[in-house]
């Protein structure tokens, strides 16, 4: 991350280490070259804890001990845990050893707290896994977290009435179960919160377009609200455009907070606790 004058650096908004970005992908390419100082920045913008998503077993095996390795070398390093799924988009590749891979990782690894992130795509219409693979492999892994007591993470684009037909279907109204990147209206907010579930909120609901994003988070109750960034993707204002990462996260707190006429720091606290109990952590 380079600073720039008109863009101010995380670390300027003082917030204690208590926050949390409950969704990132820290084995992007974007980022993994700079893991170490990815971390630092967040440790020192006050990011606690981070929650990285293992999406396919090649990705697991050669990466998650040296994501751990990277965060036990620092002086001070956000706590690191895991969740582990099969994205939408690889369905399309996903065979019975893939899945053995997966079951057996999410019952070994204790790192692993949450299966994620899992759900329905239909933003893309060519070169993406077809709708007809992707509700089975959704429904099988919703079925595995219930067998295993993981909380599941959802990833859900261009699809809410078809998500919430088979979350219902699979009886998963209160279970523990967390909205990636909300990016919905009050209405949909709604819709979540009655059935018991938490929400996260990306860099996307800072973005001027998205008012509607923001309305909805009066919805959604205070202690089932998280800040997450989707690195590398979606930066929040002011860094919108550029890679995201953890420390970012800040900013989110700052625009939402201001939206719930709550204190930065307050709402930076708050979320980080509840991701922490949401994870286990």
Known sequence: MSSSKQRPLPQSLGLPFTGADSHAHLDDERLLPDLSGMLERAASSGVSLIVHMFLLHERYAANRDFILEAASSLPRAPEICFARGLHPEDVLRADEEEWEHLVEEVRSDPLIRAVGEIGLDNHYEEGYSPSAL??????????????????VIIHSRDAWDEMFAILDEEDMRGRPLLWHCFGGDAARARQIAERGWHIAFGGASTFKANAFVREALHEVPLDRLHLETDCP??????????????????????????????????????????????FGM
């Not at 089975?136 to 079925?143: A, E, I, S």
């Not at 719930?260 to 109990?277: F, H, I, K, S, V």
């Open 134 to 151: 992707q509700g089975p492999w959704f429904r099988r892994q919703l079925r595995l977290a219930k067998e295993l007591d993981k909380p």
């Open 233 to 278: 993707y979606l930066a929040p204002q002011p860094w919108r455009g550029r890679t995201n990462e953890p420390a970012l996260t800040v900013f989110t707190a700052e625009c939402l907070a201001a939206e719930l006429c709550m204190g930065t720091e307050e709402l930076w606290t708050l979320t980080g606790e509840n991701t922490r109990r949401f």
